[in-house]
């Protein structure tokens, strides 16, 4: 188990957040006439008649049957993740990962990470893809085991792991695959990591990774002629297994490799870059995703009632565009309605990131594996984080809006 070493520290000023969100909301919406307005990129427009694949937005959610699908198999696959690697289960139990629409193409940029990755090296992400079509193309060929999710951990680079290659600049990432099933009696998942470094530039390395194996040797002489035994040995490398997998999709290991963790790293960054977070929790455990802040109201518009003191039915979250009222006043962007409800069994709270509560994806500080626990006086493990960090986003703290 890896251990968080340091105190919490986030990246940048908070006015300089606030700054870049706001720019972001004004420019989001047309000022009102006799107003300058600034120049901006026209918005994508999406057909209405469009399939509901196509429709989901990069990194959002459009439709609301479409999270609806993911959110049970979300919290299946989380609930065996205790099972099958529990440290990561007691950091994304709490503060949840991200849940991404069902791809249709290659939607997120494979081979250069985008330019956010400069500026931060975020400490962790996780993303579960959208992957029924998937699931269904496996099953049918009777491969039971899926890639469902794909995370990832910073370390410092003189305390990462000893079994992983050491480096002398950029950042060491262990960068995890987590495969699991809905059939057979397996009760937790199967977690398969490689190890990685991106340089000061952007650029990424695959590391070696020390490997224990076991080599089978057969007697030819004397009394143990025809009788087996085992030999351990040790060997750097790219662990077999993903040698496999990237045969299988006719790809050089390395590059292969090298572009599971960039697209990973893309959508964790095209899903926080939503305006709007949605938390999900089922009982005590988390998921998060992302809608189009236009799109609340039709989203949740089947939440559980609930009224206001006149007896009628509260209004969801949503933003209010500028406008101008009768008596000539001018209304400013700005946010209204209830964050937190019910919704389809789930408990569903909605925050603005930097607005209502500290940006905890601008977390980037480095991991310290197990192995160097010892030197440090104050760290925490991954569930002292988890629960820190959803602190953090509950009491809104370091927030601009509290």
């Not at 990069?58 to 205790?82: C, N, P, S, V, W």
């Not at 262990?174 to 530039?201: Q, R």
């Not at 590391?207 to 060997?235: A, C, D, M, V, Y």
Request: with cysteine; glycine share 8%; net charge positive.
């Amino acid at each position: 188990m890896a251990e968080i070493a340091g105190v919490v520290a986030f990246h940048g000023s908070a006015m300089q957040r606030i700054r870049k969100y706001w720019l972001l909301i004004t420019t989001y919406f047309k000022p009102p006439l006799g107003e300058e307005n600034s120049e901006v990129a026209p918005a994508k427009v999406i057909s209405k008649v469009a399939p509901a694949a196509e429709q989901d937005e990069y990194g959002e959610f459009y439709f609301r049957h479409t999270i609806l699908d993911q959110l049970g198999r979300y919290f299946a696959i989380l609930k065996r993740m205790k099972r099958g690697d529990k440290e990561a289960y007691d950091l994304y139990s709490q503060i949840g990962a991200y849940i991404l629409p069902e791809r249709t193409g290659n939607w997120y940029e494979r081979d250069v990470l985008e330019p956010r990755w400069l500026e931060l090296r975020p400490s962790f992400g996780m993303v579960l893809y959208g992957s029924r079509s998937q699931e269904a193309k496996i099953d049918k060929e009777k491969k039971f085991y899926v890639p469902f999710a794909v995370y990832f951990k910073k370390y410092l680079s003189d305390r990462a792991p000893t079994t992983v290659q050491p480096v002398n600049s950029g950042d060491v990432y262990c960068c995890t695959v987590y495969w699991d099933t809905f059939h057979g009696s397996m009760k937790g998942g199967a977690p398969t990591e490689f190890a990685l470094n991106i340089s000061p530039s952007g650029k990424i390395h695959i590391l070696k990774i020390l490997e224990n194996k076991n080599i089978t040797i057969r007697g030819k002489k004397g009394k143990g002629r025809g009788s087996t035994f085992t030999i351990p040995q040790r060997r750097w490398g790219v662990p077999e297994f993903f040698e496999d997998w990237a045969k299988e999709h006719g790809q050089d290991v390395r590059p292969f490799l090298a572009s599971v963790f960039i697209e990973t790293a893309n959508a964790q960054i095209a899903a926080a870059n939503s305006m709007i977070k949605v938390k999900a929790y089922k009982g005590r455990l988390a998921a998060i995703f992302s809608v189009n802040v236009l799109r609340t109201p039709y989203f949740f518009k089947d939440r559980d009632l609930c009224v206001n003191d006149r007896g009628k039915k509260k209004k969801i979250f949503h933003i209010v565009k500028t406008h101008i009222r009768k008596t000539g006043s001018v209304v400013r962007t700005h946010f209204r309605g209830m964050r937190e409800f019910n919704w389809n069994g789930y408990k569903i709270r909605i925050t603005v990131p930097g607005w209502h509560h500290v940006n905890t994806h601008d977390l980037d500080i480095g991991s310290t594996d197990e192995e160097h626990v010892e030197d440090i006086k104050d760290y925490m493990d991954t569930a002292v984080l988890g629960k820190t960090l959803s602190g953090l986003e509950e009491d809104s703290v370091g927030g601009f809006r509290r």
